[in-house]
């Protein structure tokens, strides 16, 4: 009987997994080691520690490192590059720009290839697509005797203007199909990214090249494993979108889950405001060395159509996902008289005194466990013992240095880091043209639960909400998501002038396409929904904002001109504060995003029985002073459980901190919320 | 204000003051209409105290550090500071009060909270158009009103309503009216931003504990340079060099730097630099002071941020009436073609006394190529202006960057061909590395480019570019780089060079490649590994002959052998 919808998330050291009893409407989670040889076996394991027999499984996803991890550490394909005439260095030359300002020692990131592994073929279109030189199947040639002889693995092509016309891109892949065999990996660029720009699209082909054979072989080896273990249905993917695609497809479009595992927690954030209908939130995922934020607002994630991997761009849908360098590995420190904390990290060697591995700086997690806050019995999952006195040490030398005595200085360390952490989240919101205060902040992660109310009070945020499972909340969040596919094309017209009917035959085409792919996944035509949208921007300017055209096509509609004007100017005036309803429009890119339906939970309400027994209780310092503080295990939390501040929660992967002042409410479903008694008050109340 | 205030306290306050100069910067950049602004980042803003000192800055490029304060004390210098009343936003461009150039607009905004006078905000952005004689800026000027509106300090927001007759009039003195305004707001909205968090921070806080945590983190920030500067030998520190020419005559112009180190502080002396020049190479003293803080900052603090106690060590003379000390009528278009210079040559000159924050130079300038006409296809007329990517100096332990945008273009991007074909009648047949153009060392410099614009209907062309007669130069015995060059229809019977020009006019089918100039090397030739040669000549960045002639090493140009020769393997260790 097939009951179990199930997802799974390769982390760093554990490999999670999350399942949803259909027949119970209940929850479970379960971990095993992660293994970095071999990926597939901890991904296996993970499963079996939530699912014991998988042909009860329903439904499967996973969110995959494999590729990223091969991009990150250098381990990817020997890629051959096939290039226009007169274009080979585009790769190389990368835009010229420089990320930093005032660095006269500045290094481009290394390409994932060097100038002869570049071959220039010819043959060139114009603008519009039209050739202006036939492609010389000479030169293709050359290349595939080039592949051959020394010894490539993988082929990248990328050719001026294959957005507007793929034939000479389809050309080049015949020839060297007949030259090399029909197993050669090659990526087109054009069916990656049909978009305009030749070097973030030149990227993104030579990013799916690096990657994707390992990917492919990685996805055929768990879900042959997988199926050898009695699954029956198909293994869905994470994509970097927040969409998921059949592992089958994502041979094909390799590169779009390349950011597989990142976007799990923010698609949580989605799940999770369906479940509490609060639909904006801001998601905080804080571990040991880094912080990374996302935004769900009015229920949806937010989606960049480009990203940048180290520096790399990638011309696809990903979900915004910020990374803010402070942690709880964050260290303290003097500097020229006065207290720094971060961005330096100590990282996981030698990580915080208190791991008792040699560190003897604190960091913000040494500050926590001064002050109380950290179970020892829980803390890492109870991995190892904390040197809770050589925490005290590293505080009192440094309070030593700047008059502070320790506890002052562990409060002051954690104030610093909420400061710094609230600002960069501000500055992210300002970008986005938000305001926090209209958001809930939800806080995952190791430790995210123990710093999240401090960050609220100091955005002016009055609820944090601790989701269930902190530590698998990205696996969480896979569960409930929905496939999808996109596609895109230039469309770069002046609004005044623009061909609507051109732009209406575009959007019937892309519809077309994504409609046929996503019911290749199985799903019937009623569960398919199509988004068209299209970037435009004020002539002279070059960021775009990406604007709905509605549900279905309605650019035949009469005054659909005037209509998406208006919506572009007060788009604008919302995101930049200012818009100019006399200054003229283009448009840049059209978009079509289908989405498949593939149901979702019901859960039901959380069945737990408490366990009985005296609760524990301990000081913890707020605001300089040391309350007898409740230490509540989270399984204790039956729904409805409400109760006031200060209280500290407990649970395997996570511990959440409710100061004085916060409320806290447990869910139906066993989520945590802390509300602030006096809300809308913005920082004073000291953490 | 001397109550010791807690060092959280300090440091809660040291970051939230940054942070108020980067959402300012933010709200800037993402709304500003000129790709000069959001990508070349040609902009900076500064939230001031009440006294004009810098509580926090955020600078996209590096030239306009430190000195958007010049605007408000002038403006009270001139009107007194009864003047300030909330919700007034002042705009300005006079360049011998900004110190730069008639593009570069400054806005500014005093902060109030009730009637307290807390301090400003301030941005500066370049516009792309504000009705030089030609089209997005001059060549040729020989006077600052060739070269378009020059502001006075006005109000163009008062009481908090945009005056819509001064708004008209500035925007209808660019070429580019809806630019113009759209650059106005968005620097509105930046000012308001910062005026609108400052006073968040007073009032959380209290005024008395800002005041005290602002004087500390000043007293960090000086604290920090002098050690530094202490650390540098003693002496007196000089180098020179020369633009090509002012855009008007052929003769060179010097630019003298020297500096003085003495104990913990340091002395910038610019006074032996040539005098004001009959082109558009001037800059006002402001911007003189402004660019020695920027190569005064790459040596001795390059990563953090700039406040009120940074640059105090640094003392900056020059002299009035130099280039670098215009006035009125000097012309300004070009004023950062000696600053980028001058910063080049603080870091020459002190490069054996800071020799682990040096480099060699850089291939210099912005090697600008404007082409414009009438679209044929739509009648409209087109312009394109573009800075050129070049080679970047090496260093001890590095070989320098190739096709890197220069220092005083902020973070620019190039343009795609795929952008630029589609909205320009031109096609760029050619967009690569410029072999053999790179100084050459045991750490060679980065190379140049080269590209090749086919012009597809008639265009007119005006060009800037520079450091032919001081290209690159090499440090501890490397080599000098290539200088530019831009090729008229090469190879033809009309083939002719220039570096700079204005108008000249083209034909369809005619083609021009613009070349640029390399980086330079950082130590003997002898000294470089032989492995680096050789991937270099296989990367076709050297040619086979400067391998045998420089390193004297015979290398073969396309190697047939295995993969695990290529450099591919060697560059991802």
């Known amino acids: 009987m097939s009951r179990y919808r199930v997802a799974m998330d390769i982390g760093g050291t554990f490999t999670d997994a999350v399942a949803y009893d259909e027949t119970s409407g209940q929850y479970s989670a379960g971990k095993a080691s992660t293994t970095p040889g071999e990926l597939s076996v901890g991904v296996r394991r993970a499963m079996h520690s939530v699912v014991e027999d998988l042909s009860t499984v329903s439904f499967a996803v996973h969110g995959t490192t494999q590729g990223l991890n091969a991009f990150l550490q250098r381990r990817g394909e020997n890629v051959l590059l096939i290039a226009s005439a007169g274009a080979g260095d585009v790769y190389q030359i990368a835009r010229g720009n420089r990320t930093e300002m005032y660095e006269v020692q500045y290094r481009k990131p290394r390409p994932l290839l060097s100038r002869s592994d570049t071959v220039e073929v010819s043959g060139r279109l114009d603008p519009r697509g039209r050739e202006i030189e036939p492609l010389s199947v000479e030169d293709v040639v050359a290349a595939a005797r080039r592949y051959r002889d020394r010894e490539y693995t993988s082929i990248a092509v990328a050719l001026l203007f294959s957005y507007e016309c793929p034939d000479h891109e389809l050309q080049v892949l015949e020839v060297l199909r007949s030259e090399l065999g029909p197993d050669v990996p090659i990526s087109l660029s054009h069916r990656l990214a049909r978009e305009w720009r030749e070097y973030e699209r030149t990227s993104t082909t030579v990013l799916d090249a690096y990657t994707a054979p390992i990917v492919r072989t990685y996805l055929e080896e768990l879900s042959e494993g997988l199926q050898a273990d009695g699954m029956s249905v198909p293994l869905h993917i994470m994509q970097s979108s927040g969409g998921i695609i059949t592992a089958r497809s994502a041979r094909d479009h390799t590169v779009q889950t390349l950011l597989s595992g990142p976007v799990g927690g923010a698609m949580g954030g989605v799940s999770l405001a369906r479940l509490t209908g609060q639909v904006n939130l801001i998601c905080i995922d804080m571990g040991g060395t880094s912080f990374d934020v996302s935004l769900i607002v009015d229920g949806e994630a937010d989606v960049s159509t480009e990203a940048s991997l180290e520096g790399f761009p990638l011309l696809m849908p990903v979900v915004n996902i910020h990374t803010i360098g402070a942690g709880g590995g964050s260290v303290a420190y003097r500097e020229a008289g006065g207290l720094r904390v971060g961005p330096r990290s100590a990282r996981a060697s030698p990580g915080p005194a208190c791991y008792g591995r040699g560190g003897t700086e604190p960091t913000v997690t040494d500050a926590n466990v001064a002050l109380g806050r950290v179970d020892p019995a829980t803390f890492a999952g109870g991995e190892f013992t904390l040197d809770v006195d050589a925490a005290h040490r590293s505080l009192a030398a440094l309070g030593g240095e700047l008059g502070l005595g320790s506890a002052e200085m562990a409060q002051g360390i954690v104030d610093v880091v909420n400061a710094k952490m609230a600002q960069a989240i501000r500055t992210l919101t300002v970008e986005k043209g938000i305001e926090p205060r209209d958001f809930a902040l939800v806080a995952f992660g190791g430790a995210g639960p123990m710093h999240g109310v401090f960050l609220a009070e100091e955005l002016g945020i009055d609820q944090m909400i601790v989701p269930r499972f902190p530590g698998a909340f990205s696996a969480w969040g896979m569960l409930e998501t929905q496939l999808r596919r996109d596609s895109a094309r230039g469309f770069p017209f002046p609004h005044a002038t623009a061909d609507l009917a051109a732009l209406q035959r575009v959007f019937d085409e892309m519809g077309a396409e994504v409609r046929s792919q996503i019911e290749a996944e199985g799903v019937g035509s009623d569960s398919v929904v199509l988004h068209h949208s299209i970037d435009a921007r004020y002539i002279g300017q070059e960021y775009t904002l990406t604007i709905p055209v509605g549900m279905l096509s309605v650019v035949g509609v009469s005054g659909w001109r005037e209509q998406i004007k208006a919506v572009f100017d007060a788009a604008h005036h919302s995101r930049f504060g200012h818009s100019n309803a006399e200054a003229p429009i283009e448009f840049t890119i059209a978009r079509t995003t289908g989405f498949g339906d593939l149901g979702r939970a019901a859960p039901s309400r959380l069945d737990v029985r408490p366990p009985a027994g005296p609760v524990a209780r301990r000081p913890v310092r707020f605001g300089g002073e040391a309350l007898d503080t409740p230490l509540i295990p989270r399984d204790r939390l039956a729904p409805s459980t409400q109760m006031d501040g200060p209280v500290v929660i407990s649970e395997a992967t996570a511990t959440t901190v409710i100061p004085p002042g916060w409320h806290l409410e447990v869910d139906d479903y066993g989520i945590l919320s802390a509300f602030r008694r006096n809300p809308g008050k913005q920082g004073g109340a000291s953490s | ?573």
């Open chain 2, 1 to 573: 204000m001397s109550t010791p205030v807690n060092p959280i306290t300090v440091e809660i306050i040291r970051n939230a003051l940054i942070a108020v100069a980067d959402e300012m910067n933010a709200t800037l950049i993402r709304s500003a209409y000129t790709p000069i602004v959001y990508e070349m980042k040609d902009c900076s803003v500064a939230l001031l105290d009440s006294e004009h000192r810098v509580l926090g800055q955020s600078a996209g490029l590096p030239i306009f550090l430190g000195n958007l304060e010049a605007c408000t004390i002038a403006i009270e210098e001139q009107y007194g500071r009864n003047v300030w009343a909330p919700g007034d936003v002042w705009i300005m461009n006079d360049p011998y009060v900004t110190g730069t150039h008639l593009h570069d607009m400054t806005v500014m905004e005093p902060i109030f909270d009730d009637s307290q006078l807390l301090g400003f905000a301030a941005s500066r952005a370049h516009w792309l158009d504000v009705g030089s004689k030609d089209p997005g800026g001059t060549i040729d000027s020989t006077d600052v009103f060739q070269e378009g509106l020059r502001l006075a300090p006005i109000k163009v927001v008062e009481a908090g309503t945009q005056v819509a007759t001064i708004t008209q009039m500035i925007g209808r003195n660019s070429r580019f009216y809806h630019g113009a305004v759209g650059d106005l707001g968005a620097q509105i909205a930046c000012c308001h931003t910062g005026a609108r968090r400052l006073p968040e921070i007073f009032r959380r806080f209290g005024a008395a504990t800002v005041l005290a945590a602002r004087d500390e983190i000043f007293a960090q920030a000086e604290r920090l340079e002098r050690e530094f500067i202490a650390s540098v030998p003693d002496g007196v520190y000089r180098a020179e060099g020369t633009i090509d020419s002012d855009g008007i005559s052929d003769r060179e112009v010097a630019v003298r730097v020297e500096v003085s180190i003495d104990g913990d502080r340091m002395a910038i002396d610019l006074s032996d630099s040539d005098d004001a020049c009959q082109g558009p190479v001037n800059c006002g003293a402001t911007q003189a002071v402004a660019a020695a803080r920027v190569a005064y900052k790459l040596l001795v603090d390059p990563h953090r941020p700039a406040n009120g106690g940074s640059f105090r060590p640094l003392t900056v003379e020059v002299r009035d009436g130099s280039l670098v000390g215009a006035n009125e009528p000097s012309p300004v278009e070009w004023y950062f073609t000696p600053l980028g210079l001058l910063i080049d040559l603080v870091v020459k000159a002190l490069s054996e006394a800071v020799p682990e924050r040096a480099a060699a130079a850089s291939y210099g300038d912005s090697m600008v190529i404007y082409l414009s006409g009438t679209h044929p296809d739509t009648r409209q007329p087109w312009l394109h202006v573009e800075p050129t990517v070049g080679g970047w100096g090496a260093w001890q332990g590095s070989d320098g960057e190739d096709g890197l945008i220069n220092n005083v273009n902020g973070s620019l991007k190039d343009m795609p061909i795929e952008v630029l074909e589609t909205k320009y009648p031109v096609r760029l047949r050619h967009y690569g590395y410029r072999s053999d153009s790179c100084g050459h060392g045991e750490f060679r410099g980065g190379v140049g480019v080269e590209r090749e614009f086919e012009i597809l209907a008639d265009a007119s062309m005006s060009a800037w570019f520079e450091r032919s007669r001081t290209p690159a130069w090499g440090l501890a015995g490397g080599g000098t780089a290539q200088p530019p060059d831009i090729v008229i229809n090469p190879g033809r019977p009309d083939e002719r060079h220039l570096l700079k020009c204005a108008n000249v006019r083209l034909s369809q089918g005619d083609v021009v490649r613009t070349k640029t100039g390399g980086g330079g090397g950082f130590g003997r030739p002898d000294d470089r590994d032989r492995d680096a040669v050789r991937t270099d000549v296989f990367d076709g960045v050297i040619t086979p002959e400067t391998a045998r002639r420089v390193y004297g090493l015979s290398v073969a140009r396309r190697s047939s052998g295995p993969r695990d020769d290529s450099p591919r393997k060697a560059g991802a260790t």
